[in-house]
């Protein structure tokens, strides 16, 4: 167990969260530590976007004056944003957890990429792939995600211990009953649970949250003029060169942001000029469109969510 | 409703309002095609919740699987999973999120379809209030009074009666009012706190969030504005307080917390309490959080709280006031909704989940099943996948509780399957039994280390299990007889023997059989505890009852002796022409031949037969005592 700071002042210049906020705080927190307390080998994926962020934040909470006793895995595809990779680094030291980051060399090694390879294959074997690889490697036999029963259809109906049987297979049909607050942590050899602490927020609940307590997020999540092409009717930023331009298209700069980070040509921006947290929530409550609305990989068809989590997608 | 909605009114203000109102968790239960989803569906659709993206993946999706026609279907924005929306059924419990200006509520969808009772017990577990749908059409069905019956059973306190199609009732007052008759005079045993009736149309959008024009003679609320004022406000924070440790905080020498969140009641530094199970006392002197030291902390509050004393608290143990204690006993009263695709058996152990705390539990009478269409009790002597019962449970050591009526917190269990890890059940404590309240364990003068030193050896319990023929008697025979040469004292169980005396009433059903091995464990437990090396040899075919026997006996005591023969030599060896009589089906429920034997997988021992001769097998018995220290 890491170095603690017992003697932390309490921070009374910030504002008393709401009921609302409160209530999810401790219901996410009572999770966190159940999963610490009842497995041998858990680990916290960490996708550097918003809802890791308020999830780190809460495991930081669950357990002080502790220090989370697992580490932060990062399955880092090498097409994330450089943004989100600094952001991360940051993170990482200033919490004072252990972070891991994995990389499908093999994957990497059969040049796959969202471009050349398409969005399916690219999220197949560097995200899909690679994580399976992770959790093998270093035996976790939980790993908490970020995700969110609002965010997709199939994700509603998911529990929030979700069994997954030997080579991480996810059987909508064969999930435990969750009553209660009663969660069965029990797993067999080789069998794994993917633990969802955010299950009951809302994407408005995470900005509020993380306007309240103060959380660093990724810079892109802030509108500000950035390179872009319009493709399909989204607005694709160009992070670097490996992004080819189609006949036709320009590079043009645009007040732009992002209200959920994947891989940046798989990531799409929407035209924006919220530059604070303000702002965000304020136009996330005007807002008609979802979040996963920019994710190119979701599009194809309506079930894919559930295809990708089959599959042993988070 | 029109302006009622957050992102009409509140993205001009600064404030959430929403955030401040209490939050409502309320489940939808009804029989197939009465319109749940379609009623959740045009929640979500009336309170402009639903996205520009979600709708054009609603209107692609209507026009493929839907079942209205031209008109967008409403149900496929929550029927989520694939498969189930090709099958035109719900077939588990969805969550879905809407907040109106008034209030934030979570909404559990859960499926009308019979075998499904799982997934209604499991919404209705965390629902504060239960929408019933009726079909106007049809009236109050089996299925209404089994979703009802659950409710209750769960505590779910206030229920509305959505009778739902009215439409295609004519909005005729005169079925509305009989349904609603009919469903009060069932609903009346069942003690609900309150009932609201809504003559509704899903579909149409009649008196869900909007007044109709159709049913003039209806003065009530809107679905809607009823779930929007209803006050469910629990009064756990006015219960006596509870604390199940989850995880206890140790960073360092100098800190010693015990974090959980709080199950009811309240918390101040100062507070007295007591280690339920152990009955020691000590006093909070601090609640501390991320944020800073709280002056007092309430029921759904996730804290940590550190003691004046160096009290011994693990995880699964519950913190109360010594004023207001909870019961501690190992042996109580539950009703037990079944979840398992295996009936449950009583006598064999599960694991049972309470609080924070797991302990091996078994059911040691199922005092009756309740036919949840009638409410009548029925004998029975095992549960199936969704049927209810009244059981008594016997834990292997004494857990803290209240009963589920008093605090759903602390009287509310789940049963683990020991080998799948599965759920199998859900339990609410009905009331502890008065003789584990009164049968006090008597302190022994002559202690077991005394046995011990008079007979001059450790004692032990050699578990002797395979299938019948594989030679386990003449093995078990031998190593007593090695044994006794060398001053051992001994003791041999032997199957046929104990079946004609202590369990002569006991079969060869699965739960006879289960009984058998239980019994003969308690036995073989006292002769350990006289000093003395135990035998016994015994089919015992399933790993669960010979991890309850294992159970029963501390580490290194125990050991499992697994005699492995083939099933071709015991037919072949034959040597009481019992497979003989099996094969041509004159025996039933025969190990091997038509029930399984399940081998062990973690024996301390296996003697392979033939390749052994029962004198070497008896040797390499020998052999693990002396290496393993007992002898």
Redesign the interface.
Same mark, same amino acid.
Do not use: C
């Given at each position: 167990m890491a170095v603690v700071d017992a003697s932390r002042p309490p921070n009374p210049s910030r504002p008393a969260l709401s009921d609302h906020l409160r209530r999810l705080e401790s219901e996410s927190i009572e999770i966190i530590r159940e999963v610490a307390a009842g497995f041998d080998n858990p680990v916290m994926l960490y996708s550097i976007g918003k809802d890791s962020g308020v999830m780190l934040h809460l495991a930081v909470k669950a357990f002080y004056p502790s220090k989370p006793p697992f580490p932060l895995l990062h399955v880092d595809t090498t097409w994330k944003f450089q943004d989100m990779i600094r952001h991360r680094d940051t993170i990482a030291e200033q919490y004072g957890v252990k972070l891991l980051v994995h990389t499908n060399e093999e994957g990497l090694a059969r040049g796959i990429n969202p471009i050349a390879s398409g969005s399916s294959l690219h999220t197949q074997v560097m995200k899909t792939e690679g994580l399976k690889q992770a959790l093998d490697k270093y035996g976790f036999d939980a790993a908490f995600g970020g995700a969110r029963r609002d965010e997709e259809k199939s994700r509603a109906k998911e529990r929030i211990f979700s069994f997954r049987s030997a080579g991480h297979v996810w059987d909508p049909r064969n999930q435990r009953p969750e009553l209660w607050r009663l969660y069965n942590t029990r797993v067999n050899k080789g069998e794994t649970i993917r633990v969802f602490p955010l299950s009951n927020w809302t994407e408005l609940d995470i900005w509020e949250y993380t306007r309240a307590e103060g959380i660093a997020v990724v810079p892109l999540y802030f509108a500000a003029p950035r390179p872009v092409v319009e493709r399909d009717g989204m607005l694709i930023m160009r992070d670097d060169e490996r992004m080819p331009l189609l006949p036709g298209e320009v590079e043009e700069t645009r007040w732009v942001r992002f209200r959920s980070l994947g891989c940046y040509p798989l990531s799409a921006a929407v035209e924006s000029r919220a530059t604070s947290l303000d702002d965000i929530i304020g136009e996330m409550r005007a807002s008609r469109t979802s979040e996963r609305q920019g994710r190119l990989i979701d599009v194809d068809e309506s079930a894919s969510m559930e295809k990708k989590k089959r599959e042993g997608y988070f | 409703m029109d302006g009622a909605l957050?992102?009409e009114t509140?993205?001009q203000t600064e404030a959430?309002a !929403?955030?401040?109102?209490? /939050?409502l968790r309320f489940l939808t239960c009804g029989s197939v095609d009465d319109g749940k989803s379609t009623l959740i569906g045009r929640l979500l659709y009336d309170s402009k919740l639903i996205?520009?993206?979600?709708l054009a !993946?609603l209107e &692609? $999706?209507s026009a493929r699987h839907g079942t209205t026609g031209e008109e967008l279907d409403l149900a496929l /924005?929550?029927?989520? /999973?694939?498969?189930e =929306?090709q099958q035109g059924i719900t #077939? $588990?419990?969805? %969550?879905?999120?809407f907040?109106t200006d008034k209030r !934030?509520f #979570?909404v559990a969808d859960t499926p009308g379809h019979e075998q499904y009772t =799982?997934?209604m017990?499991?919404g209705a577990?965390?629902a504060d209030l239960a929408v019933i749908l009726i079909d106007a059409r049809k009236g109050v069905l089996t299925q209404t009074r089994r979703h009802s019956y659950i409710c209750s059973l769960l505590g779910v306190r206030h229920l509305v009666l959505a009778v739902n199609k009215i439409d295609l009732a004519d909005y005729d007052q005169a079925v509305f009012d009989q349904i609603v008759a009919d469903y009060r005079a069932f609903a009346e045993t069942l003690g609900f706190a309150s009932i609201t009736p809504v003559p509704m149309s899903a579909r149409h959008g009649d008196n869900v969030t909007t007044r109709s024009a159709h049913t003039p003679w209806y003065a009530g609320p809107t679905l809607l504005e009823h779930l929007e004022s209803i006050d469910v406000e629990s009064d756990a924070a006015a219960r006596p307080f509870r604390f199940p440790v989850?995880?206890v905080?140790?960073? +360092?020498l100098?800190?010693r917390?015990f974090?959980?969140?709080i199950a009811s009641g309240t918390v101040r530094p100062g507070d007295r309490i007591v280690v339920a199970a152990s009955g020691r006392q000590s006093a909070v002197t601090r609640i501390?959080? %991320?944020?800073? $030291?709280l002056a007092e902390a309430r029921a759904?509050?996730?804290v940590?709280l550190t003691l004046a004393d160096e009290v011994d608290i693990a &995880?699964g143990d519950l913190l109360a006031p010594p004023t207001d204690r909870p019961e501690v006993a190992d042996q109580f009263a539950a009703h037990l909704i079944w979840?398992g695709d295996e009936p449950l058996l009583p006598g064999r152990p599960y /694991?049972m =989940? #309470?609080g924070?705390r %797991?302990v091996p539990v078994r059911v040691t009478t199922l005092k009756h099943k309740v036919d949840v269409d009638t409410l009548d009790h029925l004998a029975a002597r095992t549960l199936s996948l969704n049927e209810i019962g009244l059981c008594n449970l016997s834990t292997a050591s004494p857990v803290a509780f209240d009963s589920y009526a008093d605090n =759903?917190?602390t009287g509310?269990? #789940?049963l683990?399957d020991r080998y799948? +890890?599965?759920?199998v059940g !859900?339990g609410m404590i009905a009331f502890g039994l008065r003789r584990a309240a009164n049968i006090h364990r008597q302190a022994m003068l002559v202690s077991r280390a005394d046995h011990e030193r008079m007979a001059g050896h450790k004692p032990a319990t050699l578990w002797f299990t395979g299938l019948s023929g594989s030679g386990k008697s003449t093995i078990a025979n031998l190593v007593e007889r090695k044994l006794h040469e060398r001053g051992v004292r001994t003791f041999l169980l032997d199957g046929d023997n104990v079946r004609h005396g202590l369990n002569r009433d006991l079969g060869f059903s699965d739960a006879d059989r289960v009984e058998n091995v239980r019994r003969v464990g308690e036995v073989a437990r006292l002769f350990v505890e006289a000093g003395v090396v135990v035998l016994c040899s015994f089919i015992s075919p399933f790993r669960a009852e010979r991890r309850m026997v294992r159970e029963l006996f501390a580490e290194g005591e125990f050991f499992e002796v697994f005699v492995d023969t083939t099933l071709e030599d015991c037919i072949a060896r034959d040597p009481k022409g019992l497979y003989g009589k099996a094969l041509d089906g004159k025996i039933a429920n025969f190990t091997g031949v038509s029930s399984p034997y399940e081998p062990p997988e973690h024996a301390e021992l296996i003697l392979a037969t033939p390749a052994l001769s029962p004198d070497q097998a008896a040797d390499a018995v020998i052999d693990e005592l002396e290496r393993r220290g007992r002898i």
């Open positions: - | 957050i992102e509140q993205a959430p !929403a955030a401040q109102k209490g /939050l996205l520009d993206d979600h !993946a &692609r $999706d /924005l929550v029927d989520g /999973l694939e498969a =929306r #077939i $588990d419990v969805a %969550y879905r999120f907040t !934030a #979570i =799982r997934n017990a499991t577990s965390n989850q995880w905080n140790r960073p +360092n100098d800190f917390g974090s959980g969140t501390v959080t %991320y944020d800073g $030291d759904g509050q996730a940590t &995880r979840m /694991l =989940r #309470i924070t %797991y =759903r917190e509310a269990f #789940i683990i799948t +890890n599965a759920t !859900a």
